[in-house]
């Protein structure tokens, strides 16, 4: 390490003696910062607005922010949302408001996890940010269409940042190996090998890429060997446990299930083994991943092969019963069978639209004919009169009986699709339907007709 640095910047983590002092050397979001790119544009002319900066751990959210403050000469205020509450907030606002009226200097309230604000604290900055007392800047990794109100949203520009990319964690590692002030001033050499591991377990996140670095710098330093080299050894020391990035809670989780399930619909088998095995690489629970195949079975499947939803089940069975790996490998026995089996929404579809109409109509009356009748007064009110038990018909189908209530006669949900066994079904609902046309014993004739169908 370099002997510029004090004993006490000694202690400073690396992550944080590194970090940018200036957009040159900020890594990464060239999408907002490069050349007559908006958001450089806006810091180059020293037009500051309300921001929010959307992205995963690591890429820089905090140092973009503190950039754009020390571009635009802005007073600097930082809380976080998990600490901070609403006398903070009001402290900050009235520091930001003596800086306003004795400078005439514009202040960034940067708040760390906005979205851990409840609605109240969040709205406490509105009148703030409304008349310019503060420059917003929220930083969150989650999604701020779920996680800010929208009173805050709408006065505030969303900018997402994204992971950084194998090319740009490098570049962050090699200034920390070379820089003479803050860094280790090249005294220390990572092998080839070593930094794509590193690069790797890093997945995307600077400050882990830089904490990893820095434990195994001084793994090196504390084995006392002479040696000046970390290598894949050092490394894997180091590392010893998974580093992917998966928050179980959050907006990665939530991304991942998503792409396991699109690819199943999808009919897409290789992918959905990928982000099978992603989010259990990630450490997700594999008993959710098993309940959420028994959904895929039902949407996506259905009726087009019943069979799906019975080995979505086994596989849960398994994963309960035997743990992993076998637990594991049926999940994804059972995943593979779902994305190559036929499709159909046809059942996920009829529930909703039924769902909807309960809630949208009137509650309907049962026909008396469907009604039950335990007692002598129901049969003299003619409970259950006039029923036809189907299997004393031929077939054992009423053609012609109604089962809707009167004010829905004929009205549909289910609608097969032409996909596996939902083909046979179409064919013979619609042979049952055409029966039901023609029976002499129609329960309602055409002219009285008051269906919803639609």
């Known amino acids: 390490m370099s002997d510029l640095l004090t004993a006490s910047a000694q202690h400073i983590p690396l992550a944080a003696r590194m970090r940018p002092r200036n957009l040159e050397q900020y890594a990464g979001q060239d999408h907002l910062l490069g050349a007559g ?51 903070d907030i009001r402290q900050a606002i009235a520091d930001a408001e003596q800086e306003r009226d004795a400078h005439n200097r514009d202040t960034i309230l940067f708040v760390d996890e906005v979205h851990r604000f409840n609605k109240s604290q969040q709205d406490a900055f509105l009148p703030y940010v409304e008349n310019g007392t ?36 490098t570049r962050i590692v090699r200034r920390a190996l070379e820089d003479p002030t803050y860094g280790y001033a090249g005294g220390f050499a990572l092998e080839d090998e070593a930094m794509a591991l590193l690069i790797a377990a890093a997945d995307g996140d600077a400050r882990s890429a830089l904490n990893l670095l820095e434990i195994a710098h ?23 446990s998974n580093y992917r990035r998966f928050d179980k809670g959050g907006e990665y989780f939530y991304d991942q299930i998503s792409a396991l399930h699109k690819a199943v619909r999808g009919s897409a088998p290789d992918a959905a083994l990928y982000w099978l095995a992603r989010m259990l690489d990630g450490g997700c629970d594999p ?18 092969d019943p069979r799906a939803l019975r080995i979505a089940l086994d596989a849960w069975d398994v994963q309960e019963r035997l743990g ?50 335990p007692t002598r007064l129901m049969k003299e009110l003619d409970y259950g009169a006039d029923y036809r038990y189907a299997h004393d018909e031929e077939g054992a189908f009423a053609a012609g009986e109604n089962y809707f209530p009167e004010e829905l006669k004929e009205k549909l949900y289910y609608q097969p699709r032409q996909s596996g066994l939902e083909i046979k079904i179409a064919e013979k609902l619609s042979a049952l339907r ?17 269906s919803c169908n639609g």
Not at 436 to 450: M, V, Y
Request: hydrophobic share 45%.
């Open 37 to 87: 790119k908006p958001l450089r544009q806006a810091i180059v002319a020293g037009e500051l607005h309300s921001m929010i900066f959307w992205g995963p751990p690591g890429v820089g959210k905090t140092t973009l922010a503190q950039l754009i403050a020390h571009a635009t000469d802005a007073r600097f205020i930082s809380i976080s949302a998990v600490l901070a509450g609403v006398k």
């Open 134 to 169: 503060v420059i917003l800047i929220g930083a969150t990794t989650e999604n701020p269409s779920f996680e800010l109100n929208n009173a805050l949203l709408s006065r505030c520009r969303v900018y997402v940042l994204k992971t950084l990319d194998a090319d740009q964690l």
């Open 218 to 240: 001084d793994l090196i330093e504390a084995q006392q060997s002479g040696s000046k080299i970390i290598d894949r050894t050092v490394l894997e020391q180091v590392i010893g």
């Open 287 to 304: 008993l959710y991943i098993a309940r959420r195949t028994v959904r895929m079975a039902s949407e996506d499947i259905g009726n087009a």
């Open 324 to 373: 992993s790996p076998e637990g594991e490998l049926a999940i994804a026995q059972a995943v593979i069978y779902m994305a190559v089996a036929p499709k159909s929404n046809a059942a996920y579809k009829a529930f909703g639209a039924a769902t909807r109409d309960v809630k949208a109509l009137p509650a309907y009356e049962v026909p008396l004919h469907l009604r039950n009748a």
């Open 434 to 450: 055409q029966r039901d046309k023609t029976s002499p014993r129609q329960r309602f004739s055409d002219q009285d007709d008051t």
